[in-house]
């Protein structure tokens, strides 16, 4: 399985940008599809979840501000009014039963 991540960039505190993943490949053993995020000088954390069936999971400091949604092996995080602490690399990760694959990360800087 591979992972291309797009989106992300420069933002103004209130902003917004939308973040897109896409899996290729053996795409078949993919249930789990999410995004995760790495502040500087932080270990990376989870962000935001999508099972395919079932309720879609968001970090308490994401929820009602990122919108993820996922379309077969595609995933797109919506992110609105954005803040300083959004700023991080965000890894877009796809669970299979034999292991995880991530993508190579992809920079969001949020600015006041």
């Known amino acids: 399985v591979q992972l291309k991540e797009s989106g992300g960039g420069l933002a103004q505190a209130g902003g917004s940008l939308k973040l897109s993943c896409a899996a290729s490949?053996?795409?078949?053993?993919?249930?789990?599809m999410g995004w995760y995020r790495r502040a500087p000088g932080q270990a990376r954390v989870f962000v935001a979840k999508?099972?395919?069936?079932?309720n879609i999971l968001y970090l308490t400091a994401v929820k009602g501000r990122f919108t993820l949604t996922r379309d077969d092996n595609t995933i797109e995080l919506q992110m609105n009014a954005l803040k300083e602490e959004d700023t991080a690399v965000y890894y877009c990760?796809?669970?299979?039963?034999?292991?995880?694959?991530w993508g190579q990360g992809i920079q969001v800087t949020v600015s006041s």
């Open positions: 990760r796809a669970e299979c039963d034999e292991g995880d694959y």
């Open positions: 490949g053996d795409t078949s053993c993919i249930h789990n």
């Open positions: 999508h099972p395919g069936l079932g």
